[in-house]
């Protein structure tokens, strides 16, 4: 396999016209992933505790199911860096990056169609 080119994924929908739309979905749609990879975007490649406090409201065990995921979709890279301690790194592959535009589209809307919730219970779940 080429490492420059990220692999394709696999969808169930392929051949309809919607169907970008679904895999793009299969990236970034759950909870978590699409403030991972904003996190990586705008601070770049940082350890597992420095993550875990840009993501606030995370827990280590989801964080950390989230970037085995992330990595395991092509989005993410894991480096064992040699310092003392050791710790772990995380930083962006080309094809994460590529999701710039997409993470960008979802904060403008956001931006312009949120507001704060007035108590914490009133927010999305």
Known sequence: MDHDEPEKLPVWCAG???????TTAMLVGKKWHP??????LVDG????????????????????EVLDDLE??????????NEKPVRTEYS???????????????HDWGEEHLVEAAEPSASLA
């Open 72 to 81: 395991s979709k092509q989005l993410i890279d894991r480096e064992i860096v």
């Open 45 to 64: 490649a940082c350890g597992f505790s420095e993550l875990e406090a840009r993501v606030d409201g995370v827990s280590s065990k989801v964080l950390s």
């Open 16 to 22: 309809e016209e919607w169907c970008p739309v679904t």
């Open 92 to 106: 962006l592959t080309d094809h994460g990056e590529s999701l710039e535009s997409v993470i960008d589209a979802m």
């Open 35 to 40: 403030v991972v990879i904003d996190r990586l």
